[in-house]
């Protein structure tokens, strides 16, 4: 937990400073449309500064966190999604049933064993 609430706010601590590095000129803003446009590129970062980030992250072990963080929420997104798929599964199979009962009929008598 003390690991989570670190890199929360290295996060937020970083935010401020990419906006520092923006430069802000009042007369030339654009309407609010091609502001958010996704071309635009993003802001240039000093490489010195983000060597020293990277060598922060890594000093605070971040990288095995996130890798970490990966795996317990990709497994729990696994386990999430057989069970999601299963219900579906099952929930379509119902509906075909019930628009046709030849089908369930059949379904009946190859459970029981009997053939046609």
Do not use: C
């Not at 069970?83 to 599964?89: A, D, H, S, T, V």
Request: without cysteine; charged residues 25%; proline residues 8%.
């Amino acid at each position: 937990m003390k690991s989570y609430l670190i890199f929360f706010f290295l996060v937020l601590g970083l935010l401020p400073v990419q906006a520092q590095d923006k430069p802000q000129e009042p007369s030339a803003r654009k309407p609010q449309s091609e502001a958010a446009s996704p071309s635009a590129a993003p802001a240039k970062i000093d490489p010195a500064k983000e060597a020293d980030i990277r060598r922060l992250l890594k000093v605070m072990g971040t990288e095995a966190l996130v890798q970490q963080t990966i795996s317990s929420m990709e497994a729990e997104l696994q386990e999430n999604g057989k069970k999601w798929g299963g219900e579906l599964g099952e929930q379509s199979m119902h509906e075909v049933l019930a628009e046709h009962p030849e089908l369930a009929e059949a379904l009946e008598k190859a459970t029981k064993g009997d053939h046609p």
